[in-house]
């Protein structure tokens, strides 16, 4: 196995690419099936997926049924499973660097903090999923140049060596990206 940088480097590449393919896929896809639908959307989360496999199934037709609803589970699925294992590693290592200080129930201090977090965001806006997909939007575009800029603050800085360091070119897209971001998200605000 090759666990060099240049091994970790050109997966994380790959599996980016992969994102950004699947990501504009489904942008796409969901624009011709939802764009010019009369469907009316549930804001029950049940409701909402039984409409969604049922526009494309409509669409597509009806083998398509099966194909969409393990997507749909299987998209849920992971991306749950990953939010458990990550958000939970980045915060106990996070504490750990902010604090100077190694816990030893950190990680489980997370996960279950998260758990718990979830289970009131069920418990209170699960009926409303509406409501739910516009916090979750909302908290993304206000969140995204924040993200952004402390990556670049960490890459830039001194806990990355030179040699791993971004360009000058890397640097100008960043910035150029930051700046995006950031009226990206006073834009949406602003059509709130």
């Given at each position: ?25 489904f ?24 409409q ?10 009806n083998?398509?049924?099966v ?13 749950t ?56 939007t909302?908290?993304s575009f206000?969140?995204?140049p ?11 800085g ?35």
């Open positions: 196995m090759d666990f060099s940088a240049k091994g970790s480097l050109f997966d994380f590449n790959i599996g980016y690419m992969g994102t950004i393919i699947l990501g504009i896929s942008v796409l896809l969901g624009a011709l099936v939802m764009f010019n639908s009369d469907e009316a959307f549930s804001s029950s989360a049940t409701i909402f997926a039984a969604l496999i049922e526009m494309y199934t409509s669409n597509f037709g083998w398509a049924y194909i969409i609803g393990v997507a749909a589970f299987t998209t849920m699925f992971s991306t499973l990953t939010t458990l294992d990550a958000s939970p590693r980045s915060m106990d290592r996070t504490s750990e660097l902010l604090l100077n200080k190694t816990f030893k129930f950190g990680y489980l201090f997370w996960i279950i903090l998260l758990c718990l977090g979830t289970v009131y965001i069920f418990l209170f806006l699960g009926s409303e999923m509406g409501l739910l997909v516009k916090i979750a909302i908290l206000i969140t995204a924040f993200y952004a800029i402390i990556n670049y603050i960490l890459i830039s001194r806990f990355t060596p030179r040699a791993w360091r971004p360009n000058k070119y890397l640097h100008i897209l960043s910035w150029l990206g930051i700046l995006f971001l950031l009226g990206f998200s006073l834009w949406y605000l602003t059509t709130l």
